[in-house]
């Protein structure tokens, strides 16, 4: 498999079916430097980098560059639920929105653009230069650095745009058996054929071990799915166990997750064999934090939170939540993401209280009875 869409190659046209914020586009103005930046409602890391959209396009939108957020092939049973659960996630992330937002529901832009290019993880960014022609393929965070240049007419033919972009396609190449992989599951669970899914799930795990998404995806159809609670158990415990072997922070983070974590519905699960491996990865999890930065380390402690209060340990859970508040409270975060986290961590800090908490002016009450 190569890439087809490289910089330099004309870009694929703009083919959104519905646009959800701004007027529709229906094809890229010479003269114009575009920033498309796909990302997905199931995507955590996407929600904080549209919340960087609008001040991304605040700092250049008077030199005649436009930011376009284009939100990739969100599949529900009818158009109409899509655009409801989009329209609310952009809402949550960009309530002010200054950009276009572009729903690709149907999947087009989603083929023409990242599939081309080998791209297959999200967000993801591209840069269209004045002349319609791809500059850059890369992360948001890289732009920083691209965008200067390709504004100046540097970029393109410059030894460092000629590394990034054989760097990108020589790793893309690399990645692309795992990635078809990941297609078929995506393929498999659109239709609901879920026999399929678990063994391409299956299949993954033994050929790209170090791939975690495998692991999390095998847990999420056999418990979060299908309720088979024996099968689901095993794979958990496989999960969790491959996660203490290897002892790195988000293996055991993203099995503790799981395990305790406010995903699925545990009742069906044996209590008494989860506590024990709740608190070796507890542990685990804990002798690592001091390594971590903020952000992460408020996410472990979250986390880890859960475990405690489900295993009894109440004042544990609330001193780890109020730490993650600390933690987040002083990160340097745009104000939407530290919003959400503020609000979403007061939410379970209520919750564990059963009483309304406020921190820093933001007040939330339990959402459930605890």
Partial sequence: M?????????????????????????????????????????????????ARLAPLQEQYRDIGIEVIGIVANKRTATVDEALAEVDAWVTEWLPNANIRIGFDYSGEMDKHWMDASLTFHVPQAFVVDRDGRIAFIGDLVKLEDVLPKVIDGSWRA?????????????????????????????????IEDWETALSAIEEGIILFPDNIRFHQKHVEILIGVMRDMEAG?????????????????????????????????????????????????????QILCPQLDALSRAESYE??????????????????IEQALNLVDGASLPDVEKH?????LLHTLAEYKGEQVCYGGICAAPRKQC
């Avoid at 460092?160 to 790793?171: D, F, I, L």
């Avoid at 190449?173 to 297609?183: G, H, T, Y």
């Avoid at 986390?303 to 780890?320: C, M, N, P, Q, W």
């Fill in 158 to 190: 410059s030894a460092e745009a000629k590394n990034a972009e054989k760097e990108r396609v020589a790793a893309a190449e690399i990645d692309a058996p795992e990635n078809a992989l990941r297609r078929r599951i995506r393929a498999a669970t659109d």
């Fill in 303 to 320: 986390t880890i939170a859960f475990y405690y209060h489900e295993s009894g340990d109440k004042d544990r859970a609330v001193d780890l």
């Fill in 340 to 344: 959400e986290w503020m609000v979403h």
């Fill in 2 to 50: 190569t890439s087809s869409l490289n910089s330099g190659s004309p870009a694929p046209s703009i083919n959104v079916q519905h646009w959800l914020r701004g007027d529709p586009l229906s094809n890229f103005q010479l003269g114009k430097i575009y920033i498309p930046v796909f990302v997905s409602t199931t995507c955590s890391g996407c929600g904080p980098a549209l």
């Fill in 233 to 285: 158990w095993i794979a958990l415990v496989q999960f969790a166990r491959t996660a203490i072997e290897r002892n790195s922070d988000d293996w055991l983070l993203a099995a503790m997750q799981d395990l305790f974590g406010p995903i699925y519905d545990y009742s069906g699960l044996p209590l008494a064999e989860r506590l024990p491996l709740g608190k070796d990865l507890s542990e685990r999890i």
